[in-house]
């Protein structure tokens, strides 16, 4: 159990819709990071916050968004699902002493039909 | 377009063996990082390398970095079957903390 905690496990949803899939990082980490995983995309890196701002952004659509709130934990939104959207969504955090270490989530599984 | 390539793919070893994962990419980077993934699972991250030269090592896996040569390179060593997994690598060109993965090699060793 790496402490990151994912909500839901698992979500289906139709196209079109909304979904907001949410990251509790570790304890006292500032940092948290939004991945995607699908068979045709691979691994891909979405955006990363440090401590309720923006630091990264890596491949994310524009009808994605996302956020962290003062308590840290982070939410990803996803608005106008498109079938190619079902994916695993990671979130992982970053510990301040050792900002490359990453610990990841369990995961959401969001399949749109 | 910035591209990260491991190879091989697939891997299926047995038991005792030793063997090597390569990760190349495009673009500099010192910066990289080595991810396992067991089946169904999350991300668990292995290594992280952080100038040309650096080696880390842990158990039956060490790894290494040669941003001159744009390669890395996961070292198996007296494969065991718990090391089965699928390893990624991945990359942080210009220091951004924007990752960049490799395609993953899925590892099967075999009793």
């Known amino acids: 159990d790496s402490g990151v905690t994912q909500t839901p496990k698992h979500l289906i949803t139709a196209t079109g819709q909304r979904v907001t899939l949410r990251c509790s990082p570790r304890s006292g980490d500032l940092s948290v990071y939004w991945y995607q995983q699908s068979l045709d995309q691979g691994l891909q890196f979405l955006i990363q916050y440090y401590n309720g701002e923006e630091r990264a952004k890596g491949n994310i659509l524009e009808r994605f968004s996302a956020q962290q709130f003062p308590d840290l934990h982070s939410e990803l939104n996803l608005s106008s699902l498109e079938l190619g959207d079902s994916a695993l969504y990671f979130c992982a955090s970053s510990p301040r002493d050792s900002p490359y270490e990453q610990y990841f989530g369990p995961g959401t599984r969001l399949t749109v039909t | ?111």
């Not at chain 2, 091989?8 to 990419?25: A, D, H, R, V």
């Not at chain 2, 880390?56 to 090391?83: F, N, P, Y």
């Not at chain 2, 951004?96 to 590892?107: D, E, Q, V």
Request: proline share 4%; hydrophobic share 35%; with cysteine.
């Open chain 2, 1 to 111: 377009e910035l591209k990260v390539e491991q190879n091989p793919l697939f891997l299926s070893m047995q038991e005792g063996k030793n063997y090597t994962i390569y990760c190349n990419y495009s673009t500099t980077s010192d910066r990289l990082y080595w991810y396992r993934q067991d089946p169904g699972k999350s991300l668990e991250s292995l290594f992280v390398l952080l100038s040309n030269g650096a080696v880390k090592q842990e158990g039956r896996l060490m790894a290494s970095l040669d941003t001159k040569a744009r390669l890395s390179t996961l070292h198996i060593t007296a494969a065991v079957h718990d090391l089965s997994a699928t390893y990624f690598c991945a990359v942080d060109p210009y220091n951004f903390n924007k990752f960049y993965f490799g395609s993953g090699t899925k590892l099967n060793v075999k009793p």
